[in-house]
């Protein structure tokens, strides 16, 4: 097995991934100390204006609400202005992201009136889908696929929407703590999870084209969704992004440096042999970004960048202890 990420010529897979299937890459970014220019190398900030039907407001996009900081990426809602809601989205430069196993940790805001959302896009009739909606009283999310059926009512048919209520077992709201909403997109079936726990499933209509993955927070006044807009600002903060997943451009595995594919586990690589060179990283999130497409592995060499400052030791020391707490 490998001993370094850089060595994964085989493939990888997630170790929470429900069909434990082997897929040819990995991404993993830590946006609590991602530095400026790889953000901008991996994600553009939305700047666009959507007016759907039957809304009141026009969604603005823009890149001003959009923030970094050590907690993570912040992408904020802000109150109407001339029926224009100022709203935020990133999403990756990279529209080659297929079949795999998604996450992301989000923080939803207490703030009613917006939709946060984590997606695959590949246009209007091909997406894989988490949303939820923070005007509603039970903490829902709500996992779709396009093209999306309705029944004679207008209501989502269940055959490509699916609910799942997030229960507290501890008291707390929400909002208060970060959850993890996570997909694995397979040629017939797409897995949704909260927490690592899959419950939901979707057959009909399943995306076969890859696409951008995408992170936002928007509204637009929809009485039957969104409702809204916020009447402050509502900020949503998404810690940790990452994927086990086929990249469309990736050629077949070379299985010459490994025979076997690298496990992942929370985003993090499990080494084959901790004692190795460079140390035990099995329970280390990465401080920056970690970009690895087995298939290029043997002749190009793996595409690892990471902060090697002091600082950003001491920040993922402090995010892996945080992990585990909240995994607890």
């Known amino acids: 097995m490998a001993s370094s990420v850089e060595d994964c010529d085989c493939g990888f897979t997630d170790s ?53 900081s050590d907690a ?36 939803i805001s207490d703030v009613p009136g917006t939709v946060s959302a984590f997606f695959n896009y590949h246009n209007d009739t091909s997406e894989v889908d988490i949303e939820h909606l923070n005007a509603w009283d039970e903490p829902t999310l709500l996992y779709t696929v396009k093209p999306q059926l309705y029944g004679p009512s207008g209501n989502p048919d ?14 707390d709201a929400f909002h208060d703590g970060f959850h993890e909403w996570s997909f694995v997109w397979q040629p017939d079936i797409v897995h949704y999870g909260l927490d690592s726990n899959y419950s939901r499933v979707i057959t009909t209509n399943v995306p076969q084209a890859p696409g951008r993955l995408a992170l936002s927070q928007w509204s637009d006044g929809n009485p039957k969704y969104s409702l809204g807009p916020p009447t402050r600002d509502s900020a949503l903060t998404i810690a940790f992004l990452w994927a086990v997943y086929n990249d469309a451009n990736a050629s077949a595995l070379a299985c010459k440096k490994t025979t076997s594919p690298c496990k992942i586990t929370n985003g993090v690589f499990q080494p084959g042999n901790p004692n190795a060179s460079g140390g035990d990283q099995s329970n280390r999130p990465p401080s920056g970004t970690i970009s690895v497409n087995s298939s290029a592995a043997q002749s190009a060499g793996a595409s690892l960048t990471a902060t090697s400052a002091v600082s950003s030791w001491l920040l993922a020391a402090v995010l892996f202890l945080w992990f585990r707490s909240w995994r607890a």
């Open 16 to 68: 929470h991934d429900p069909t434990q299937s082997t897929f040819t890459s990995f991404l993993a970014v830590n946006f609590s100390s991602i530095p400026e220019e790889q953000f901008n190398n991996i994600f553009i900030r939305a700047t666009y204006e959507l007016t759907p039907d039957h809304s009141s407001y026009t969604r603005n996009f823009s890149a001003g609400q959009v923030q970094l």
């Open 158 to 171: 269940n055959s490509t929407y699916q609910r799942e209520i997030w229960n507290s077992t501890s008291g």
């Open 72 to 107: 993570g990426v912040h992408l904020t809602v802000s109150p109407a202005v001339e029926h224009q809601v100022p709203c935020a989205q990133i999403f990756t430069r990279a529209r080659t992201f297929f079949y795999g196993s998604y996450h992301a940790l989000f923080r």
